[in-house]
């Protein structure tokens, strides 16, 4: 595609429910990134994949959250028994993913997650 | 690990003058890169001008500049002749290359008013 998608835009769910968001990145980026934006705060990160394998995922805040990217494309995010601290945007971003210098990171309009 | 502070929560400019934003870092590391990213109420972050540390000369991009201080740990954003379309939030971002992991930390960000 032209940019990097995610859905949904907007995602609300009660409290202790599971949730998946989505991210198609730009196609041939072989490198993608999840980051969370709190209210009035920058992204902070939570993940990076290389490919299908996740190279760091020093950012997860807790064993509630997990990433996938089977097939080295699109990643789904998952939040298992969603807490009211759980609501911000998360963002993706996706780039080239060479070894070579740093590459820009290009964002998806990310998610507003709210939990009730 | 990388730390960035932007000092300026507000900032507000007259349509067609400049205004800087400020943003200071830290990092042990002698090889980063820095970035100014914009992010208007859609969402989505958009990349304004990044800036390699081992370039001496400060990088610009058309209406946008910025002046590189790496003894000082600085990295502001001068934008001239103010558009309307300038009016968003503004966040410094810093990220080393560490083997293709190339997370960004950002900022808490500076949000930008252009007065008509």
């Known amino acids: 595609g032209a940019g990097v998608s995610q859905t949904p835009s907007n995602k609300v769910t009660e409290k202790g429910k599971y949730v998946e968001l989505r991210c198609d990145p730009i196609?041939?980026?072989?490198?993608l990134y999840w980051y969370r934006q709190s209210l009035g705060q920058g992204p902070e990160f939570l993940i990076y994949?290389?490919?299908?394998?996740?190279?760091?995922d020093s950012g997860l805040p807790n064993d509630r959250f997990f990433a996938v990217r089977p097939e080295g494309s699109v990643s789904t995010l998952k939040i298992q028994r969603t807490e009211r601290g759980d609501s911000a945007v998360y963002l993706c971003?996706?780039?080239?993913?060479?070894?070579?210098?740093?590459?820009?990171?290009?964002f998806g309009p990310g998610t507003r997650l709210t939990v009730l | 690990a990388q730390t960035v502070t932007q000092s300026q929560p507000e900032m507000s400019v007259q349509e067609a003058e400049t205004v800087t934003l400020s943003c200071t870092y830290d990092?042990?590391?002698?090889?980063?890169?820095l970035f100014w990213y914009k992010q208007p109420p859609s969402r989505q972050m958009i990349l304004v001008i990044r800036?390699?540390?081992?370039?001496?000369q400060n990088a610009t991009e058309n209406r946008f500049s910025v002046n590189f201080q790496k003894a000082a740990k600085s990295f502001s954003l001068k934008i001239s002749d103010s558009q309307l379309g300038d009016a968003a939030m503004y966040f410094c971002?810093?990220?080393?290359?560490?083997?293709?992991?190339?997370?960004?930390?950002f900022g808490t960000g500076t949000r930008l008013t252009i007065i008509p």
């Open positions: 971002a810093v990220t080393i290359s560490n083997f293709g992991n190339e997370k960004l930390t």
């Open positions: 196609s041939g980026h072989t490198a």
């Open positions: 990092t042990s590391e002698s090889d980063y890169y």
């Open positions: 971003a996706s780039s080239l993913g060479g070894l070579a210098g740093v590459d820009t990171q290009y």
């Open positions: 800036q390699e540390a081992y370039k001496q």
């Open positions: 994949f290389q490919g299908t394998g996740a190279a760091d």
